[in-house]
C-alpha cells in the first residue's frame, strides 16, 4: 500500500522495502521499560472542578474582605480596586487560567469589597448582609433560569448583551469623568430616581452575564478542554458576583436614604 507522506513513501514503492537492524533488548533495558510510569491522559475540567476554583477564589475574596473590614482598612479599598482592575484586564485579554494570577485578583476584590463594605455599613447599618443575601439570591435565580431554558444563549442574544454591558460600561466611564468637573456628573450616582434605574439596569445586565459563564461552562466541558480552563471560568464568575454585589449594595443605600 501506497503511502501518500512523502517520508513515509520512500522506500515503501516498487518493491522496495526499508531494512533496519534492531538490537537484542538488552536486561537492563527491559527493566527501565517495566520501571518507567504509565502514561497518564490529560485531565479534561469538569463541573467539579470549577465548583472547587471558584470556592478558592470566593475563599481568599470572603478571608482578605473580612481583613480589610474588621480592621477598617478602607484606605485599601482604592488600592484594591486599582490593582484588581490591572489584574482582570491581564486575565481577561490573556485568557490566563494562572492560579496565582487568578487567586491575587481575588485577595485585591477582597480589599476593596472589605474596605468598601465597612464604609457602608458604618453608614446603613444591616446593608452588607442584606447585599450578600441578595447576591446570592440573584445569582441562584439565574442558575435556575439557565438550567431550565428559560432564557436561551443564542448568537444573538450575546451579541445583544455585550452591546448592553459595552454601553453601560461607557456611561459608568462618562459619568465619572464628567463628575470630576461638575457635581454629581451625569446624576447616574447621586441616589435620585436616575440612579435608581441606572443601578437597576446594571444589576439586570450583571445577571444576565452569568448566563453566558454558565454557557461558556458548558461548552467548555463537552468540548474537553484542559482541567486548568476551571480557573479561567471560575475568574469570571467571581467577576460577576463582585459587580452584582456593588450595584445591589448601591441600590440598597439609594433606599436608605
Known sequence: MN????????????????????????????????????????????????????????GVLIATGAVAYALELG??????????????????????????????????????????SRLFEDRYSG????????????????LVVYKTGAIRVTPKFTRWLLGALIGVVGLMLVNLVVSLFTENGLHLRDGGPLAIVFSLVCIGIAALTFLLDFD??????????????????????????????LEILRLLSYFRD
Open 127 to 142: 446593608i452588607v448582609i442584606q447585599a450578600v443575601v441578595g447576591t446570592a439570591a440573584v445569582f441562584g435565580g439565574m
Open 216 to 245: 461558556l461552562i458548558d461548552q467548555a466541558i463537552r468540548r474537553g478542554a484542559p482541567e486548568r480552563f476551571a480557573w479561567y471560568a471560575a475568574f469570571g464568575l467571581v467577576v460577576g458576583l463582585v459587580w452584582l454585589y
Open 75 to 116: 484606605a485599601l479599598a482604592l488600592v484594591g480596586a486599582l490593582v484588581g482592575f490591572v489584574l482582570a484586564l491581564v486575565i481577561s485579554f490573556r485568557q490566563s487560567t494562572n492560579p496565582a494570577l487568578i487567586l491575587a485578583y481575588s485577595a485585591c476584590e477582597g480589599l476593596f469589597l472589605g474596605g468598601i
Open 3 to 58: 503511502s501518500n507522506n512523502p517520508v513515509l513513501s520512500r522506500g515503501f514503492g516498487q518493491g522496495q522495502y526499508a531494512t533496519f537492524n534492531t538490537p537484542t533488548p538488552q536486561a537492563s533495558d527491559l527493566q527501565g521499560m517495566y520501571d518507567r510510569p504509565a502514561y497518564a491522559p490529560p485531565r479534561y475540567m469538569t463541573l467539579d472542578d470549577v465548583v472547587m476554583r471558584t470556592a478558592a477564589c470566593l
